[in-house]
């Protein structure tokens, strides 16, 4: 008689195991859970031998990674200076960001300048990989292009092409037939994950993977993947919008704080060189309700412009809604503002917006919030074109010192800035800068009077 073969439950979202089906995972999903047969062939581990043995770290040799260089500078910016080789770089974001428009512009210049590159698609034809490249004037015959998603065929394929890069479009397509899940759930993700980082890290290939995402933005599947491989890109903006940002979640091999900006165009995606200039292209010289700050995105100072409209409510209780701050940043500025200020918002519906669809990293932004905020509620004009803001609030209402304040007043001087309001303790640490004057305050009511009141 047959041995029955038993059959293990797994959540899709985080990989847990159960043996029988529950409704809710440990991990709070709901429905989640999915009947798989368990893997039996499961790697041994490796037999030891004296290069395995434990080892001192101060005798451990470093190795210089090689890079990549994908000729693609903001793209290089955010990996650390180009793909290591034998390194897995995941890229998620929404449908119809511009993912597949950007890997298949970085496969033009890699196989352009560095050998064979072998694009696999899970997802779309041959045909119409071939379509978009027409329209990215991105052909060349050192690209390769296969639809399939047997990742045993394409490991077939790698040894006998021997590419110099690899793009995978999508792992959620990608299956092994030894496993009897269907493509994209747990042990299909993994397993596949597996045998792609096994190649690449055996051949010193890089590996470019395209993720999917969920309606909150975070990565489909489970979170093993993002443990996996070197890199996680994050490709975000709007698809009404020009602008595309791509940010380092994760990266073994450089810093996560750089960004790479992009402009959407009929050509494809347009490096973008100084982002200040472009966010602030339609700033007004004179209007209500509007400043603009500055945040430092990995080692280069960017220029913003926040708005904020505050408008009486009518339907009882006031509205806050933030696109690109923080609603609890939002929230905090509100209360320092009505304590501290004496600003009356109990009955007013406030709404702020960062052009250009950036969201301003730390808390350097803080005083331009404010400021705007009083501008529109006082009905009082600011000079856009001339000022700008820089401090962080406390809930005391003083002005705390941000980080790197001076690279941020430099950018605002090439811009054309005249007038710069920092926190007092920033300015007897800071240089003299030509062109621009720099006005020190202790508190947000300092600040107020000075920015509005002042002759």
């Known amino acids: 008689m047959a041995k029955k073969v038993k059959s293990v439950f797994v959540c899709q979202e985080c990989?847990?195991?159960?043996?029988?089906?529950?409704?809710?995972?440990?991990?709070?999903?709901?429905?989640?859970?999915?009947?798989?047969?368990?893997?039996?062939?499961?790697?041994?581990?490796?037999?030891?031998?004296?290069?395995?043995?434990?080892?001192?770290?101060?005798?451990?040799?470093?190795?210089?990674?090689?890079?990549?260089?994908?000729?693609?500078?903001?793209?290089?910016?955010?990996?650390?200076?180009?793909?290591?080789?034998?390194?897995?770089?995941?890229?998620?974001?929404?449908?119809?960001?511009?993912?597949?428009?950007?890997?298949?512009?970085?496969?033009?210049?890699?196989?352009?300048?560095?050998?064979?590159?072998?694009?696999?698609?899970?997802?779309?034809?041959?045909?119409?990989?071939?379509?978009?490249?027409?329209?990215?004037?991105?052909?060349?015959?050192?690209?390769?292009?296969?639809?399939?998603?047997n990742v045993d065929v394409i490991e077939n394929y790698i040894k006998e092409i021997k590419p110099a890069f690899i793009i995978i479009d999508s792992i959620q397509t990608l299956f092994k037939p030894d496993l009897s899940s269907a493509p994209g759930s747990v042990s299909q993700v993994r397993e596949c994950s597996n045998v792609l980082m096994r190649i690449g890290k055996g051949n010193d290939i890089p590996i470019f993977i395209v993720a999917h995402v969920t309606k909150t933005g975070d990565l489909a599947g489970p979170r093993i993947l993002e443990h996996l491989v070197d890199t996680v890109l994050s490709f975000t903006g709007e698809r009404t919008q020009e602008f595309r940002v791509v940010r380092a979640v994760k990266n073994r091999f450089g810093t996560t704080s750089e960004i790479g900006v992009f402009e959407m165009k009929e050509e494809g995606l347009v490096e973008v060189g100084n982002p200040s200039e472009i966010f602030l292209d339609s700033l007004s010289s004179d209007v209500e309700g509007a400043i603009v700050v500055s945040s430092l995105e990995g080692t280069r100072p960017i220029l913003l412009e926040i708005q904020a409209l505050v408008a009486p409510t009518n339907l009882g209780f006031a509205r806050r809604t933030a696109v690109g701050i923080d609603l609890n940043r939002l929230n905090l500025m509100l209360a320092v503002l009505e304590k501290k200020v004496g600003l009356p918002l109990t009955n007013q519906d406030v709404y702020v917006n960062v052009v250009g669809g950036l969201k301003p990293e730390g808390t350097s932004s803080d005083l331009g919030l404010a400021l705007a905020i009083y501008s529109s509620m006082r009905g009082i004009s600011i000079q856009t074109t001339k000022v700008l803001a820089i401090g962080e609030i406390s809930l005391t209402g003083e002005l705390r010192p941000v980080s790197h304040i001076g690279k941020m007043i430099k950018e605002a001087s090439k811009m054309g800035f005249k007038k710069c309001i920092v926190p007092y303790k920033s300015v007897k640490k800071m240089e003299n800068i030509e062109g621009i004057k720099i006005i020190g305050v202790k508190s947000l009511k300092e600040a107020i009077n000075g920015m509005f009141y002042s002759k």
Not at 33 to 45: A, C, G, H, L, Q
Not at 87 to 93: A, E, F, K, N, V
């Open 15 to 149: 990989g847990n195991e159960s043996p029988k089906w529950m409704g809710q995972c440990i991990c709070g999903a709901w429905n989640s859970f999915v009947e798989e047969k368990p893997v039996k062939n499961y790697t041994k581990s490796p037999t030891l031998t004296s290069s395995t043995y434990p080892q001192p770290i101060n005798k451990i040799k470093t190795a210089n990674y090689e890079r990549v260089d994908t000729h693609i500078g903001e793209l290089n910016r955010v990996l650390g200076g180009g793909l290591v080789k034998g390194s897995l770089t995941l890229i998620s974001g929404e449908p119809g960001i511009g993912k597949s428009t950007l890997i298949l512009q970085a496969s033009h210049k890699i196989a352009k300048h560095h050998g064979t590159v072998l694009y696999v698609s899970g997802e779309e034809a041959e045909e119409q990989i071939r379509m978009r490249a027409e329209r990215l004037d991105a052909i060349h015959e050192n690209v390769m292009v296969v639809s399939e998603t």
